[in-house]
């Protein structure tokens, strides 16, 4: 698909998005965040009109602008458009056109390139201090020394398994889906890591021909692979993929050559050939972390763990917002709060363990088991906890360390064997795993500014 046609379908879709909006105000009217990012008194439909302003001209008024850049991608909105219309999507347009309009096309390419460069590097450099040649070789990463055992497999596998690239900073976690996967006989193929991106980190500053390069290129990778079907760990890729990329694609090529599942929704969905192989019971009473941004998957997630034995699980009745914890930076105070106030509830309710979904809820708030009486824990730990194995969270017993030259010394064979620059895993070290903290460890705790929103 050349450049051209995806950017004629974009703007087609958005065309079609923009006479379909009628700027009622709904969307904005269901937003848990409008309070905290400080336009809770503005009228709905003068800032949805203001949105779409945005789209059209590069600017508009600054409650608009402050409410599309604020967005953490919760989707209450898309629930609330009684006109087809997605809301979410519009606002990631709008900050398209912000970005577009704050930068000249060779910066806006500039800033794509340096943030997919951070990323790929932490990414690269987190990942093998924790991984093995053949555990990365087993998560489709590229290993640092020749291995002649590895062969291109070429049969067409049930599903292809969809990392993205952050879930490598917790490779545990992706070793669980696969071997949850292993278990059940399901075959995959899996990609991901910054050689299959998704194109976010540079719709993001608005190089949206660079954007789209990158996410047809993983876009053609998937179909080649003729599975039909891709899982995707991410939610970030989820949305990324299924709002923006793949029905742009769709409208310029008139072909759709997969289909794309959260994996917390296939495991739901493959609950009746998992539960025999729950055999170990978990006494355990959890409580889920949640985030509602990909419709359903809190209910599947509640599901399989109810479907595990032993565990009781608990409700903290706090409010659940957001894609994701990483999409809360956008709004840190609020973040912070909201982080501090469920450990403080998972505390009061007596919980053996807070489990997350998500590999960036799990990098945010696993080191806080060093402060707090319950374990932070991965859903999918518990149940691989229940069918009889488990893999190592290295990431979360480095980072409870909190000490750069102890995680260095304890990585020190890994660095040896991928012969990676010890200054440089050193510096990511700091800043992309001790730095990765919005609410500082306990004896470093913040005031609190701002209150979280009721349930
Ligand atoms: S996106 Fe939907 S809910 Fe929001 S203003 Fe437009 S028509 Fe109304
Ligand atoms: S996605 Fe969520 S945060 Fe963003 S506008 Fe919609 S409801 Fe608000």
Not at 269 to 293: C, I, K, Q, S, Y
Not at 357 to 385: K, M, Q, T
Request: one cysteine or more; charged letters at 25%; a negative charge.
């Amino acid at each position: 698909m050349s450049e051209t046609g995806f950017e004629t379908a974009f703007n087609g879709r958005i065309g079609d998005m923009l006479d379909a909006c009628t700027a009622c105000g709904a969307c904005f009217t269901a937003c848990p965040i409008t309070e905290a990012a400080g336009v809770g008194d503005a009228d709905p439909e003068m800032i949805t009109s203001g949105i779409l302003d945005i789209i059209r001209q590069g600017s508009g008024p600054e409650a608009s602008r402050k409410w599309a850049s604020s967005c953490i991608l919760s989707g209450e909105c898309i629930k609330a458009c009684e006109y087809g219309v997605n809301p979410r999507f519009l606002l990631a347009v709008a900050r398209v056109s912000l970005a577009k309009a704050a930068k000249e096309p060779a910066e806006q390419r500039r800033a794509g390139v340096e943030s997919f460069h951070k990323t790929s590097q932490e990414v690269k450099f987190l990942s093998r201090l924790q991984l093995t040649d053949k555990a990365l070789e087993r998560l489709g990463q590229a290993p640092s020394i020749y291995h002649p055992a590895h062969d291109e497999n070429t049969e067409t596998p049930d599903v292809v398994f969809y990392t993205g690239c952050n879930v490598l900073r917790t490779p545990h976690i992706a070793l669980l889906c696969l071997d949850i996967m292993d278990m059940i006989g399901v075959t995959y193929r899996v990609m991901g890591g910054p050689s299959h991106c998704c194109g976010i980190l540079q719709f993001r500053t608005g190089d949206l021909e660079v954007s789209s390069r990158i996410a047809d290129n993983t876009l053609n990778k998937f179909a080649e692979t003729k599975s039909g079907q891709v899982l995707a760990w991410c939610p970030s890729c989820f949305v990324q993929f299924t709002e923006n990329m793949l029905p742009t694609f769709e409208r310029a090529t008139g072909k759709r050559p997969f289909d794309m599942t959260p994996f917390i929704h296939f495991l739901r969905d493959n609950l009746e050939r998992l539960r025999p192989f729950l055999r170990t019971r978990v006494e355990m009473r959890v409580a889920l972390h949640r985030h509602p941004g990909v419709a359903g998957v809190v209910e599947a997630a509640e599901e399989i763990l109810r479907a595990i034995p032993g565990i009781e699980l608990v409700d903290l009745r706090q409010p659940a917002v957001g894609l994701q914890s990483f999409n809360l930076a956008v709004l840190p105070t609020y973040k912070r709060d909201l982080q501090l106030r469920e450990l403080e509830a998972a505390r009061e309710a007596g919980v053996d363990a807070l489990a997350a979904v998500y590999h960036s809820d799990h990098r945010e708030l696993c080191a806080h088991e060093r402060d707090w009486p319950f374990r932070i824990l991965n859903i999918l730990e518990i149940l691989g906890e229940s069918m009889g194995f488990r893999e190592e969270d290295r990431y979360k017993n480095l980072k409870m360390m909190q000490d750069v030259d102890a995680i260095i010394s304890d990585c020190h064979d890994l660095i040896a064997q991928h012969r990676l620059d010890p200054a440089k895993a050193r510096s990511v070290v700091i800043r992309g795993m001790i730095a990765d903290q919005p609410l500082p460890l306990v004896g470093a705790m913040p005031a609190l500014t701002t209150a979280p929103p009721r349930v």
